[in-house]
């Protein structure tokens, strides 16, 4: 991506490992520093999927600062040749639930194997494991398309749109 002007997207799906079942998202308006909260539940496992278009090959994807171990998922229906995608676990077992009008960052980079880095994050709020009356409620998040650019000579990439599905 390096000595080119290039737009791509990468988008996240993030679901309940267990269930199989998306998490739900509201809007916030302006309260906090996003406008879009996204609900999870303490001490769940979550599966993250990142699918890269075009097809970009995804080095390393670190989670609040930890490597994440991130697996090729070849042959998935997400996958073709304009496309990569990408599967990791996310656990939020030791997180503490959320107390009234206050979210949690999740910051999410990409480091991509020309060495360009893109990050963004996720506000969350966090529920008690199991909890579905409040997690649940809200919007269904199947997908957040993230559309991005990497001007001539940049190692970082500009986030230009986030929309959540």
């Given at each position: 991506?390096?000595?080119?002007?290039?737009?791509?997207?990468?988008?996240?799906?993030?679901?309940?490992?267990?269930?199989?079942?998306?998490?739900?998202?509201?809007?916030?308006?302006?309260?906090?520093?996003?406008?879009?909260?996204?609900?999870?539940?303490?001490?769940?496992?979550?599966?993250?999927?990142?699918?890269?278009?075009?097809?970009?090959?995804?080095?390393?994807?670190?989670?609040?600062?930890?490597?994440?171990?991130?697996?090729?998922?070849?042959?998935?229906?997400?996958d073709d040749s304009d496309s990569k995608t990408y599967i990791t676990q996310y656990?939020?077992?030791?997180?503490?639930?959320?107390?009234?009008?206050?979210?949690?960052?999740?910051?999410?980079?990409?480091?991509?194997?020309?060495?360009?880095?893109?990050?963004?994050?996720?506000?969350?709020?966090?529920?008690?494991?199991?909890?579905?009356?409040?997690?649940?409620?809200?919007?269904?998040?199947?997908?957040?398309?993230?559309?991005?650019?990497?001007?001539?000579?940049?190692?970082?990439?500009?986030?230009?749109?986030?929309?959540?599905?």
């Open positions: 991506m390096n000595n080119i002007t290039m737009n791509f997207k990468v988008t996240f799906r993030l679901v309940d490992k267990k269930s199989g079942g998306v998490v739900s998202y509201k809007q916030d308006g302006q309260r906090f520093g996003q406008s879009v909260t996204v609900k999870l539940n303490t001490d769940t496992e979550y599966e993250l999927t990142v699918t890269v278009r075009p097809a970009v090959t995804v080095k390393k994807l670190m989670i609040n600062g930890g490597a994440q171990t991130l697996e090729h998922a070849a042959g998935s229906k997400a656990s939020t077992v030791g997180y503490d639930v959320s107390k009234s009008g206050n979210r949690k960052e999740i910051l999410l980079m990409l480091e991509f194997q020309n060495g360009a880095y893109m990050k963004t994050s996720l506000q969350c709020k966090l529920y008690k494991a199991g909890e579905t009356s409040h997690s649940h409620w809200g919007q269904k998040l199947s997908a957040i398309d993230v559309e991005c650019k990497i001007e001539e000579g940049h190692n970082y990439i500009t986030v230009l749109k986030e929309k959540y599905l």
